[in-house]
């Protein structure tokens, strides 16, 4: 079952303004991953941030981790037109089996110009 | 590195045909593939994973019959649609992860079943 969620479910920004999304889960993770998707392709791995980590940048990304409140944002700053895609959160629960992802439902950016 | 390439991208076909996507780890050895299905504007739902040499587990009302899963070696998982129908139409998406490492994904399938 699904259980990442991402808030807002669509965002739109202007052009170098920073882009803040969310994620909520609800069992004990091992890691958290974000991924991004552009319309009709595969998805590219952005940044994992790990149980014991509570903050990880990776250039203009910036994520966090609330273990106690089972969430996590993603911040995008200075964004561009390319930023323009869904975002999507991904938990590998804790545990033997910690392969799998369970994927949240996406905030869908859209940086204008 | 660590590319997966998916093929074809995109398959429009009648109903009834079976439908064969491959998914192939170009420059590592894939232990583990994984398949996925996506619907519009939905997240990705896990379908089955495959681990090289063995039979695929799949998930919670994934029909195994229809959905049926190859991985035969370190860099090729196949899955194949029988006798799809346009319920089945949707954007498939595989990734690939060797050992503990992260998982990689395919560009994806966009299956159209007229």
């Known amino acids: 079952s699904q259980q990442g969620e991402e808030d807002p479910q669509a965002l739109s920004i202007q052009e170098g303004e920073n882009a803040t999304m969310n994620c909520s889960y609800k069992?004990?993770?091992?890691?958290l991953q974000w991924y991004r998707q552009n319309s009709g392709r595969g998805l590219v791995h952005l940044i994992l941030?790990?149980?014991?980590?509570r903050e990880k940048h990776s250039g203009r990304l910036r994520v966090t981790l609330d273990t106690s409140k089972k969430s996590s944002s993603l911040l995008i700053t200075a964004s561009r037109a390319a930023d323009t895609a869904s975002y999507f959160c991904a938990t590998a629960p804790s545990g033997a089996g910690s392969y799998q992802l369970t994927f949240g439902k996406g905030t869908k950016l859209s940086v204008i110009p | 590195g660590a590319v997966v390439s998916q093929h074809p991208s995109r398959v429009i076909c009648k109903s009834g045909t079976s439908v064969k996507i491959e998914c192939r780890s170009l420059?590592?050895?894939?232990?583990?593939m994984f398949w996925y299905r996506q619907f519009p504007k939905q997240s990705l739902m896990l379908m089955a994973t495959s681990n090289e040499g063995s039979k695929a587990t799949y998930e919670q009302g994934v029909e195994k019959d229809k959905f049926l899963i190859n991985h035969a070696s370190l860099t090729l998982s196949t899955l194949t649609v029988t006798s799809a129908h346009p319920e089945d139409s949707s954007f498939y998406i595989c990734?690939?992860?060797?050992?503990?490492?992260?998982?990689?994904f395919g560009d994806g399938t966009r299956l159209s079943i007229l």
């Open positions: 420059d590592f050895q894939a232990t583990t």
């Open positions: 069992t004990s993770i091992n890691n």
């Open positions: 990734s690939a992860r060797t050992g503990a490492g992260p998982q990689h």
């Open positions: 941030i790990r149980s014991n980590e």
